[in-house]
């Protein structure tokens, strides 16, 4: 029997997560979290008036991020979640509620990024936000055994590297 696989995909804005996750958690038969659908609407209201969250604006986001992956391990059920997880501190949270999460670590150059970001509709983080995201951003480190992956490959071979990467704990 494959063990519950909780997974986070994680980066700046702009890099994919949702794209990836919702393709990842498809075919992994695992349910998908977008982790920003649970921001409360301070935050939303923040990053929209172009104001960066703070590490207490993140607290209590993060928090439920945390139980969200507690309650998949407790259930068996196995879910992937996309979140920027920005710094270290904030993936080891999201690790004392999965000591088995696996990370997907999206990244790009910063002008692919801010090209996404101008190409979405309706979306509430701004452009503008993208050098303060990329300034707290602290790359996964070798202990995390984070998949790094490009994004300027892609969606299928990104989805196809992660699932070979994973592989090894859903057999």
């Known amino acids: 029997m494959a063990e519950t696989l909780n997974v986070v995909v994680m980066g700046v804005s702009g890099c994919g997560k949702s794209t990836l996750g919702a393709l990842l958690a498809c075919r992994l038969k695992l349910p998908f979290l977008e982790g920003d659908t649970l921001h409360p609407p301070e935050n939303v209201a923040r990053m929209a008036a172009g104001v960066a969250l703070t590490d207490a604006d993140r607290a209590g986001w993060l928090a439920l991020l945390a139980a969200r992956l507690a309650h998949a ?36 150059p910063q002008a692919l990024l801010a090209g996404r970001m101008a190409q979405r509709q309706g979306h509430y983080m701004p452009a503008s936000l993208l050098g303060s995201q ?35 704990r859903t057999a």
């Not at 996964?140 to 994973?166: K, T, Y």
């Open 73 to 108: 391990r407790a259930q068996g059920s196995g879910l992937v979640l996309s979140c920027s997880a920005l710094k270290r501190a904030y993936r080891d949270l999201l690790r004392q509620a999965d000591p088995q999460l696996r990370l997907v670590y999206l990244y790009g």
């Open 134 to 168: 990329l300034a707290t951003l602290e790359p996964p480190q070798p202990d995390e055994q984070a998949l790094a992956l490009d994004i300027g490959h892609p969606p299928a071979e990104l989805v196809a590297r992660a699932c070979a990467h994973l592989a090894p």
